[in-house]
C-alpha cells in the first residue's frame, strides 16, 4: 500500500499554527490560507457543467463547444479559476514540494462540491512513474485521498500512465490531443460502472479526456471530473 504524505500532514496539523501558503499570514477556516488570500479566490461560477469552462453569469447549460463536439466525460467541475491565490497555490504544490498547498487545495475542492459525487469512486489521474520518481509524491493521488477522507467516498487506482508524454505547456489543444493518445490504460480487474477522475489543473481537459477514454475502452460507463482549478 502506498504511503500519503497527506496522512502524515494532517497529524503535523494539530502541533503547528495555520500560516497562508500563499503570504505567510495567519491562516483561518482550518486551512492554511489567510483570509485575505481565501478571498482573492474566484470561484468557477457560472460554468459549462460537462468542460467546465466559464460562462456569461446567469447560463447555465452546456456551452455550445459540447454540445456539438460530445465528449468522454459525462460531466466536468473545476472548483475555481486558475487565477489568483489557485496559481500560486498549484505552482506551490506541484514544482516546490509544497504538500501543505496541495492540503489547501484539497479543502478549497471541498468548499465548492460538485452536486453529483453520491456513489461514485474517485479516480487519481496518475502520473508517470518517471515523473513520480522526480517528484517524489504524486499530486493528484494525495488530493484524491485527502477529498476520499473527507467525503467518505472510496478512492482507488485504476488507471496507469502508459507513457512519459511530453510536456504539453506550449502545444495547442489538437497538439495535446495527439500527445496524450493511449497515453492511459486502466489497471486489470473489476471496475465500478461510474467515476470521478481528481486532478489539479484542467487546461483543455485533453489529458482528463484521454483518461476518461481509457477508463471506459475496460467498461466504466460514466466518467466525471473533479478538479481543483480551470484555467479560462
Ligand atoms: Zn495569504
Ligand atoms: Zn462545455
Redesign the pocket.
Known sequence: MRMTVGIVHSLARWLLPLR??????R?HQGMD??????A?AQTNLPACPRCALPLPAGEVSVCAACLSAPTALLACHAAWRYGP?LDALVRRYKFEQDLAAGAVLAGLMLQQRPPWLAGQVLVPVPLHRQRLAQRGYDQAHELAAQLAQATGLPSGHLLRRERATAAQSGLDRQQRRKNLRRAFVALPGPLPPSVVLVDDVMTTGATLEAAAQALQRAGVVQVRAWVAARTP
Open positions: 497562508c501558503r500563499v503570504c505567510a499570514q491562516g490560507l489567510c483570509p485575505a488570500c481565501h482573492a491565490t
